[in-house]
């Protein structure tokens, strides 16, 4: 059975951006998804496409909701791992790499887990940047 680990950089930029909306434009995801296909050898312009629109659609979200609390903050970044996943499943299909959709549950179940240390993380980042 096909392995994947989660990927940690869009793990913390998720975490960022829920933290921090005005800290990162959108734009930074592009370069950001860049260096991670290069990376980790992915098909360059997958992370590119899948983070880009992860940061649209959170900023399409925060034009449409007043408040979120800790939960629903959760919830979108596991939804948002769980399509980044599918939609690196289907590139690999189509690049003659099939597997069942049970080998990314395991990747899909960590990354969820695994938020809350990385927002943690991205708020012990956000205190060293600003200095308190």
């Known amino acids: ?23 990162i434009p959108a734009w930074w995801s592009a370069p950001l998804g860049l260096w991670n296909d ?13 983070w880009s629109a992860a940061m649209i659609a959170l900023d399409l979200l925060d034009r449409r909701t007043m408040w979120r609390d800790y939960w629903l903050e959760w919830l ?12 690196r499943r289907e590139v690999d299909a189509a690049m003659g790499a ?11 179940a960590i990354s969820v887990l695994a938020f ?11 205190r060293w940047r600003l200095g308190r």
């Open 1 to 23: 059975m096909l392995f994947r680990s989660p990927e940690t950089g869009f793990l913390l930029l998720l975490a960022w951006r829920l933290l921090r909306g005005d800290a």
């Open 38 to 50: 290069l990376v980790l050898g992915l098909p360059i312009g997958l992370s590119v496409a899948t």
């Open 76 to 87: 979108l970044a596991a939804a948002l791992v769980t399509l980044a996943e599918l939609a």
């Open 98 to 108: 099939r597997y069942d959709l049970v080998a990314i549950l395991p990747a899909i």
């Open 116 to 126: 809350p240390l990385a927002a943690w993380t991205a708020s012990k980042l956000d």
